[in-house]
């Protein structure tokens, strides 16, 4: 069984390997998202635009930002204020539910509707929503699915990217009592019959944000099936939960960001709907939604933004890019990370979000080959910051004690030519005893230094 914790990343591997079928689903369905985004970028210089330039003017936008946290967080603020819009701080994942539940006990909320939020799943807020007794429906169909099945998202942008149309098609049938079918226009249809009798009677509606625009004081929320709309207008309150990184300097700079995100997401220029909410409604007395309140989640994110080796972690806009490209997520998929958020910038983020002991295995769950640093729309630098939480893991010797006495070893091996040829001797003598377990290469008759010395490395270049 997968286990839901990071502390679990090396035995839900070996689980989730060995799983031919969910393999092959995961693959197709990255592998559509990356042809899709490639095409749009060829598309992209063929009408004289240059990708590249927009990454470079993205990375500049979100350095400049979380460089400036404090001062744009403050500006924000402020223009919310001026909204009508109520804005709250959560340190951790514990104040944020503990905000969201007396917010929603104040309300008499019998039933929540939430659209597609990653940071309401990385404080487990459904749990506490329905401990407390209220009925919590997931609007957005990936998320809907997910909830239905029990489990949790395996990606951030395609929560129930493991399943199937078959898988989906079963679980309506078992879960809502309809026929079966792996048609998705019908799956569709089921899932929207149930929740639009949802949106029509809920109390309150909770979201994400895809970004908050300082200048302005703005939420924009950005999506393709009108389900984050509906949540976020027919309830009279509308709660919004998201981390303090997602604020953006200006509506000019959002642009810029709004070209990328989609491109890089799903391989759409631009998504169905595009939602920029500024204050709660006006016009009549009992227009909805009468309140809006903004909780801003610390989290964690404070403590990357200490660290200059991974503070470009918080430049990211949550696009799953890094996730499609990474030959280790193609293969194990995003239940194996235990994570929120899995994948390359995952194994980043998840250590500050839980604690490095637990999770310090994710950074390992790399090639570093740099796929993820070569896709991501505001070119973080992902790789090299996986290799400094591997060193930082075996400066806080979190890493097995043999592991760490092998590399001190190699060191030492490394620094003086003498230990170097008595271990490289050692290895010719002991090679047969280990051959027998594994394969292994034989070891040249001579090493590089002897050649070098006896001059064959010179003669065989001339
Ligand atoms: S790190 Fe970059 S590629 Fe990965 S999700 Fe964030 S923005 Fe997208």
Redesign the pocket.
């Known amino acids: 069984m997968i286990q839901e914790s990071p502390a679990y990343f090396k035995e839900n591997i070996k689980q989730i390997s060995e799983d031919e079928n969910l393999r092959r689903i995961v693959r197709k369905a990255t592998s559509l998202t990356l042809s899709k985004r490639s095409d749009l970028v060829t598309e992209y210089y063929s009408e004289g635009k240059d990708w590249e330039a927009l990454r470079n003017q993205a990375h500049e936008i979100r350095k400049k930002t979380i460089d400036n946290l404090d001062t744009y967080l403050t500006d924000l603020e402020d223009h919310f204020e001026r909204n009508g819009i109520e804005v709250k701080h959560a340190i951790n994942a514990s104040e944020a539910c503990s905000f969201v539940l007396r917010i929603l006990k104040e309300h008499n909320t019998r039933l929540v509707v939430k659209s597609k939020s990653m940071v309401t799943e990385e404080i487990h807020l459904n749990d506490k929503m329905i401990e407390a007794g209220i009925e919590v429906v997931e609007t957005d169909l990936g998320e809907y699915i997910i909830q239905l099945a029990g489990e949790t998202p395996s990606h ?1 942008t395609a929560p129930a990217m493991h399943k199937s149309r078959d898988d989906i098609g079963k679980l309506f049938s078992e879960k809502l009592g309809v026929p079966f079918t792996n048609d998705p226009a019908e799956l569709t249809a089921y899932a929207r019959r149930f929740l639009r009798e949802k949106f029509l009677k809920a109390d309150v509606g909770i979201s994400g944000a895809n970004f908050l625009i300082a200048e302005t004081g703005t939420v924009v929320i950005i999506e393709n099936e009108g389900n984050a709309r509906l949540s976020t207008t027919l309830p009279k309150l509308h709660i919004v939960i998201t981390g303090i990184e997602k604020v953006v300097p200006t509506l000019e700079e959002t642009a810029t960001l709004l070209k990328l995100l989609p491109v ?2 799903t391989g759409q220029k631009a998504t169905s709907y595009v939602s920029f909410i500024n204050s709660p409604a006006k016009v009549k007395e009992d227009a909805r939604p009468g309140k809006i309140i903004v909780i801003l989640l610390d989290n964690g994110r404070k403590e990357i933004l200490r660290r200059q080796e991974v503070r470009e ?1 918080l ?9 499609n490209v990474c030959p280790v997520y193609q293969t194990v998929s995003g239940h194996a990370y235990g994570s929120v958020y899995p ?3 995952g194994s980043i983020l998840t250590p500050f979000l839980t604690t490095l002991k637990e999770s310090k295995d994710l950074a390992y769950g790399s090639s570093l080959c740099g796929a ?1 640093s070569e ?4 070119k ?1 630098d ?1 790789h090299n910051a996986l290799l400094w939480i591997r060193s930082y893991a075996v400066q806080k010797k979190y890493t097995p004690f043999i592991e760490r006495m092998l590399f001190k070893l190699w060191r030492i091996a490394m620094e003086n030519i003498f230990v170097y040829n008595f271990g490289r001797s050692l290895l010719k003598f002991l090679q047969p005893l280990w051959s027998d377990y594994k394969d292994f290469p034989p070891l040249a008759e001579k090493s590089f230094h002897q050649l070098w010395k006896e001059g064959e490395i010179w003669n065989k270049n001339s």
């Open positions: 951030i890089s997401a972690a430049y990211c806009i949550k696009c799953g890019a890094c996730m994948g390359p910038i993820c896709i991501c729309p505001v973080i992902i």
